[in-house]
């Protein structure tokens, strides 16, 4: 197997989908945001207030290039990691790109519900709200998703199993 890259906004399932994927597939999996933390020794949140979004997306296209590079994984990649156009080069050449799109209410509320995210994750624009903030990403990088991605899951009101078996029936069938 190739790898398959999970591509989407923050909350679309990236991380959740991966293990039970990886699982099914008999593969390694990793979250790519996990291994830049990891290198880099400092959370995404850090090193954006250390030292800015453009050292950090320099972080994250080494780290993506390096997992592009495996073979049997799952990379659950970071939101904003379709930003380069290199890098959604190489996620298409290396294997299955799967873009698990999700509404703005449904992206909210996974935000809101994970503890994590506020510690590890900086806020990505200066709007007013979350929501707004999630709307304009999406606007912003939906072009880019559907650029990279091979496979689109839409994941509003489905379950882990539910996605996990969209995907595994989709990789199954000819393109």
């Known amino acids: 197997m190739t790898v398959i890259t999970l591509i989407g906004l923050r909350g679309s ?17 990793i979250d790519a945001d ?13 090193i954006f207030a250390d030292e800015g979004e453009p050292h950090f997306r320099q972080l ?8 592009l590079s495996r073979e049997s994984l799952i990379i659950a990649a970071g939101g904003g990691a379709i930003l380069n156009a290199e890098t959604r080069a190489a996620m298409r050449t290396a294997g299955p790109v799967v ?17 994590s995210t506020g ?6 624009t200066t709007r007013a709200s979350q929501r707004e903030e999630i709307q304009h990403l999406l606007e912003q990088r939906e072009p880019l998703y559907r650029e990279a991605a091979s496979i689109v899951i839409q994941t509003d009101d489905k379950s882990v199993d539910q996605i996990v078996e969209e995907i595994i029936s989709a990789l199954d069938t000819p393109s």
């Open 119 to 124: 510690s590890r994750r900086p806020a990505l």
């Open 13 to 29: 399932g990236k991380s959740s989908i991966a293990a039970p994927l990886a699982a099914r597939q008999n593969a390694d999996w």
């Open 99 to 115: 873009w698990l799109n999700a509404s703005v209410e449904a992206l909210e509320q996974r935000i809101n519900q994970d503890a």
């Open 60 to 67: 994250e296209r080494a780290v993506m290039q390096d997992l």
């Open 34 to 46: 996990d291994e830049i933390e990891r290198r880099a020794g400092k959370t995404i949140s850090e």
